[in-house]
């Protein structure tokens, strides 16, 4: 699909300078610009490209002055990032953009699915389960009994939503996610086996949720598994059963979250951590990558390591440490010279 400039900045309410009618087909970087791409400048670490740029369309600040003439045809905005990632979003929309319901494909007769969906090939829906409006559900996707997907959500293939879960409007959840699975739950008996404890509750995944690709949310044991507003998890994350994340936290890849544990709203947690089970984590707390968090952490705190300390803390140590052999050299250098004088005596 081919965008004119001036279609482009009539979507980002910029002002075109040079040829309005400049046609691009798809997006580039700066450096990598050819003919037929839209691209951006925002860092000014990246001006020089503007001038050798092969892109026919540049996205620029509305305050930019070039020093020597542009050969692309220019689009002035406000914030040259954020329009083009707009323009990202808008292009997404429409890469993505499918309707319809493939065959071979599975509708229970008690499943009940909103208007315009999605259901690609060897997807199953389960009894009871009700699909809102715009919902895109990808081949090889399973929905269980009594699932519960909101509006303008998007499951990609490969995901299964086990039984009981609750979805929210506008979440994507991305390919070999796996919602609903149970949680950890076994007893000790006399003999040293385990017994399983049956793991009744459910998953609710509110507004606004992403969750990467080979991510496991498992279901409550009794109540639910509760993921808030506009949460973002990466890749490969394991959430245990009853955990809660509050609104707006974002969690990077392979951090694993044991039972029961309540982290707050716009907390920050860097890639492997690890966070027992039963503690509490407040509001605003940045965690740094491949901290073990062993106990409850108050609003507001910046830990690293592991077990995790203060992060000023940290890294005062953490100067010590690399210091430590040469330390360990002037330790052995005084105790020769107390030595020496000793004998001298």
């Not at 691009?24 to 670490?45: D, H, M």
């Not at 459910?202 to 109540?223: H, K, P, Q, W």
């Not at 990466?234 to 959430?239: R, T």
């Not at 901290?291 to 803390?313: F, H, L, R, W």
């Amino acid at each position: 699909m081919k965008f004119t400039a001036k279609q482009i900045s009539e979507i980002l309410n910029g002002e075109v300078y040079g040829n309005p009618n400049e046609e691009v087909s798809k997006l580039s970087k700066i450096e990598e610009g050819e003919k037929g791409s839209l691209t951006f400048l925002s860092n000014p670490k990246y001006n020089s490209w503007l001038y050798t740029t092969d892109a026919s369309v540049v996205i620029v600040d509305q305050k930019f002055q070039p020093e020597k003439e542009v050969s692309s045809t220019m689009i002035r905005v406000e914030d040259p990032y954020m329009a083009f990632t707009k323009l990202l979003e808008f292009y997404n929309n429409i890469q993505l953009h499918k309707s319809g319901i493939e065959e071979p494909s599975f509708v229970h007769s008690t499943a009940t699915c909103g208007k315009e969906i999605y259901l690609g090939a060897f997807s199953y829906i389960s009894e009871n389960a009700k699909i809102g409006d715009h919902v895109k559900i990808y081949p090889n996707v399973f929905i269980g009994d009594n699932v519960v997907i909101g509006e303008h959500t998007t499951i990609f293939s490969g995901a299964k939503i086990y039984s009981e879960t609750e979805i929210g409007n506008n979440c994507t959840i991305h390919s070999g996610c796996i919602i609903g699975s149970d949680g950890f739950g076994f007893a000790p008996d006399k003999n040293g086996g385990y017994n399983k404890i049956p793991q009744i509750g459910n998953v609710i995944i509110e507004d606004f949720v992403d969750i990467g690709s080979g991510t496991t949310i498992d279901r409550a044991t009794l109540g639910s598994t509760i993921i808030r507003f506009g949460v973002k998890l990466d890749n490969q994350i394991h959430v245990a059963h009853n955990v809660e994340i509050g609104a707006h936290t974002v969690i990077a890849a392979q951090t694993g979250i044991a039972g029961s544990t309540k982290i707050g709203s716009e907390c920050k947690i860097g890639g492997q951590v690890g966070i027992v089970g039963h503690i509490t984590i407040g509001n605003k707390v940045r965690i740094q990558a491949q901290s073990g968090i062993g106990k409850s952490i108050p609003d507001g705190e910046i830990v690293q390591g592991s077990p995790a300390m203060p992060y000023n803390d940290f890294n005062k140590s953490y100067v010590h440490f690399r210091n430590l052999p040469k330390l360990c050299s002037r330790l052995d250098e005084l105790e020769k010279q107390i030595g020496d004088n000793h004998i001298k005596k």
